[in-house]
């Protein structure tokens, strides 16, 4: 569905990464992970084409996204990228429903109120998004994501400001996705959402990570220990 082939990236005279090499299937939920400062979000801005990579090929089924001019990468954002941040990036001043809406294609009525019931977010369309929690706000973000139908799914560190059981449902959600056949890529700091992920990608080394003691966990326990990490982390900042 997606590879990187060759990609290098610089800031200046700091090279962030050269010869990178990462392809993600259809279907497939990849983890993002490495020292903070290595390159993750990067990564994905420049998979997002929010970022332009310094050197190698972004194929996307067998197109360069690095080579689409202005109108091609409108396009490939607007139909094909489902885009999920740490701060949920709704607008804020308008309603569920307009957030909602915003993700909708060209013919298609969107099934809000299903996507809504999905993320437990049932009837409540007509309320302005900055009245919402930001787990609220995020779960938002999720319906946005399952009205829009992306055939590729960018989060970054979609969990790190929530509470145990809105992570457990961000990671459900994704992982939904990806078996609906969407690729999904997610950087994370969090050990339980890398658990919950096919595999994982270090930025840093440019290799396959071990998956160190999360071997051969199941995606629902990944998920209850997203939990327990999150309200462990969430009960440590107040
Ligand atoms: N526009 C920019 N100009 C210069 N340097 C940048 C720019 N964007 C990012 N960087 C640098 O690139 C490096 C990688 O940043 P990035 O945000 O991708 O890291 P990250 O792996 O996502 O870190 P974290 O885990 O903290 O989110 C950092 O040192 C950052 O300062
Ligand atoms: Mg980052």
Redesign the pocket.
């Known amino acids: 569905m997606i590879t990187a082939e060759n990609l290098a990236?610089s800031?200046?005279s700091?090279v962030?990464w050269q010869d990178l090499h990462l392809t993600v299937g259809a279907g497939e939920m990849v983890a993002?992970v490495?020292?903070?400062?290595?390159?993750?979000?990067?990564?994905?801005?420049c998979l997002g084409l929010l970022?332009r990579p310094s050197g190698g090929r972004i194929l996307f089924e067998g197109t360069d996204l690095t080579r689409l001019g202005p109108g091609g990468r409108r396009r490939f954002r607007r139909d094909r990228l489902g885009y999920l941040f740490q701060d949920y990036a709704l607008i804020e001043n308008a309603t569920v429903r307009a957030n909602l809406d915003v993700a909708r294609r060209r013919g298609v009525r969107p099934d809000h109120a299903r996507a809504l019931e999905r993320v437990g977010l049932a009837g409540r369309e007509e309320e302005r998004a900055h009245h919402l929690s930001g787990g609220e706000q995020q779960r938002v973000a999720l319906a946005r994501l399952m009205v829009k139908e992306p055939s590729l799914v960018l989060a970054?560190?979609p969990t790190g400001a929530l509470d145990g059981d809105n992570a457990a449902m961000v990671v459900d959600v994704l992982r939904q996705l990806s078996r609906e056949g969407c690729a999904v890529v997610v950087?994370t700091?969090n050990d339980g959402v890398r658990a919950a992920c096919d595999r994982a990608f270090d930025?840093?080394s440019g290799r396959e990570a071990e998956r160190g003691d999360s071997a051969g966990w199941v995606v629902e326990r990944a998920a209850e220990r997203v939990g327990r990490a999150g309200r462990a982390e969430h009960a440590n900042r107040r």
């Open positions: 990236k800031f200046g700091r962030l993002l490495g020292a903070s400062g290595s390159g993750k979000t990067t990564l994905l801005n970022d970054d560190e950087a700091h930025v840093g």
